[in-house]
């Protein structure tokens, strides 16, 4: 099992950045990839960015050029940073984690909201 609480949400204005942050626990030495989802009233869920246990990155289409994940492996903590930021990145965030094929874990979500 793995647990995951996620920080840094908040209220930014457009062209503004934020950082979250998630923090793992449990059965950490299982995590091959952490991330996160996002979803949008009205919308499905989206992915944003991942990072593997390699180091290796992946970006929305949407979020490229303003988007940089991490991790600190010694802390057992991700972080996306967000920049340039929209009206349409508001969302709920939600921190992931995979432990390998369907085992997803998931954080309790964090609220951005992006509006002036």
């Known amino acids: 099992q793995v647990q995951l609480v996620e920080s840094g949400g908040g209220l930014v204005q457009p062209g503004g950045s934020l950082r979250l942050s998630c923090a793992a626990s449990g059965n950490i030495f299982s995590i091959n990839v952490m991330g996160w989802y996002r979803r949008a009233p009205g919308k499905e869920r989206e992915l944003v960015a991942f990072i593997t246990s390699g180091g290796s990155t992946h970006y929305a289409d949407s979020m490229k050029g303003r988007c940089t994940i991490s991790r600190d492996n010694a802390k057992n903590m991700v972080y996306m940073e967000m920049s340039s930021l929209k009206p349409e990145d508001t969302a709920v965030y939600y921190c992931?984690?995979?432990?390998?094929?369907?085992?997803?874990?998931w954080g309790q979500g964090a609220q951005v909201t992006v509006s002036s």
């Open positions: 992931y984690a995979n432990t390998g094929g369907r085992n997803l874990y």
